[in-house]
């Protein structure tokens, strides 16, 4: 059973950075992907950035590029999304998910959701 667990997460000022980690239990030929997305407060689920573990290749969300970077460690089995220049619209819990579908920002392309992590961005 895949198991994805967040950490991470906590309250910053507008301005500053935050690193968040997603570990996975195991790695699997559904798992070529894995993805960050977050969720505010009476909001639908928002794409973040994703990262396919083969070639390393990336895709972001307008809204945070330049300022977000996800990277993968293959021999930990972990996914990072380095956050800097936090914004308090980048308020939001924060999900890990894994998966291998087409659809990189669709979040039914996404088979195992970790169980989020809080960032919160004061102004």
């Known amino acids: 059973q895949v198991h994805l667990v967040e950490s991470g997460g906590g309250l910053v000022q507008a301005g500053g950075s935050l690193r968040l980690s997603c570990r996975t239990s195991?790695?699997?030929?559904?798992?070529?992907?894995m993805a960050w997305f977050r969720q505010a407060p009476g909001k639908e689920r928002e794409f973040v950035a994703a990262?396919?573990?083969?070639?390393?290749?990336?895709l972001y969300t307008d809204s945070v590029k330049g300022r977000f970077t996800i990277s993968g460690d293959n021999a930990k089995n972990t996914v990072s999304l380095q956050m800097n220049s936090l914004k308090p619209e980048d308020t939001a819990i924060y999900y890990c998910?894994?998966?291998?579908?087409?659809?990189?920002?669709?979040?039914?392309?996404?088979?195992?959701w970790g169980q989020g992590t809080q960032v919160t961005v004061s102004s």
């Open positions: 998910a894994t998966g291998a579908t087409s659809s990189w920002e669709r979040a039914a392309s996404y088979d195992y």
């Open positions: 990262i396919r573990w083969t070639d390393d290749l990336t």
């Open positions: 195991t790695r699997t030929y559904n798992m070529a992907r």
